[in-house]
Structure formats: C-alpha cells, structure tokens
C-alpha cells in the first residue's frame, strides 16, 4: 500500500499520532518503564514504516523506496533532522537535571536514530537534486 495524495498522509499521520497518544496515556497511567521501551520502539517502527509507504511527486509507487529515503525532499528531511536532534538534546538536558531513566534514555536513542535517518536522506537527497540541475 502507497500513500500519494497530501490528505492520505495527513490521515495516516493522525491515525499514528491517536494511537501514540492513547498508548502513551495508557503506559503512564500504569507508570510502567517496560512499557515506555515498548513504546517507544513501537514509534520509531512505525515512523520508519510509514517512511517506506509514503511516494512524492515523481516517486515510482511501484519500486521499494531506499533505505535512506525518509522523505521525498532534501528540506523536509532536512528540518526534520533537526527537529529530532534538538528533541534528544533537550532529553539530554532534563536526563542531566535529575529526570533520567531508562526509558528516558531509549527515546534519546530513538530520536537520535530518527535524526540520523533523516540526515542521510537530507544529504543523498541533497547530492541527486545538485546531480539534477
């Protein structure tokens, strides 16, 4: 299944985000650090999933996207990298005030593999535009 149009993905986003948020609820309401783990694989999962079904103008729906493609342009790859690194480092700061866990440390792991991801594809991304013109 390959989601094309703007309001497929918005749907599918807000599915996603629904679901984090009731989950999320759910795993501290039972203040559960197992849980948070959980979750937060499940998120990153699903991201990376969700990467995989998405198609950009001019993207084959057809062909497997590459690993590396997080999105279909260098921008938003690009602020999204920086949306999840400036997330890690702001958990990296309230882990070095005293709110440090386990769990707290998995989603730093999380986010800085989200920001990796989304790095790469910003420059690859990058390099085929700069290749194109």
């Known amino acids: 299944m390959r989601?094309?149009?703007?309001?497929?993905?918005?749907?599918v986003i807000a599915?996603?985000?629904?679901?984090n948020l009731l989950l999320a609820l759910l795993v501290d309401a039972l203040h559960s650090q197992a849980g948070s783990?959980?979750?937060?694989?499940?998120?990153?999962?699903?991201w990376y999933l969700v990467s995989r079904m998405f198609r950009g103008p001019g993207e084959s729906v057809r062909a497997a996207r590459p690993w590396w493609r997080?999105?279909?342009r260098p921008l938003l790859s690009g602020?999204?990298?920086?949306v999840y690194g400036v997330l890690a480092l702001v958990n990296v700061g309230f882990s070095f005030a005293g709110y440090g866990s386990?769990?707290?440390t998995v989603s730093i792991l999380a986010e800085l593999v989200l920001a990796g991801l989304f790095t790469v594809s910003f420059r690859?991304?990058?390099?085929?535009?700069?290749?194109?013109?």
């Open 3 to 11: 989601f094309t149009t703007p309001g497929r993905k918005a749907a």
């Open 15 to 19: 599915v996603l985000v629904a679901v």
């Open 37 to 46: 783990i959980v979750l937060t694989v499940l998120q990153l999962a699903a």
């Open 70 to 72: 997080m999105t279909n």
């Open 79 to 82: 602020v999204l990298a920086v």
């Open 102 to 104: 386990l769990s707290g």
């Open 124 to 133: 690859r991304l990058s390099s085929l535009a700069r290749a194109a013109a």
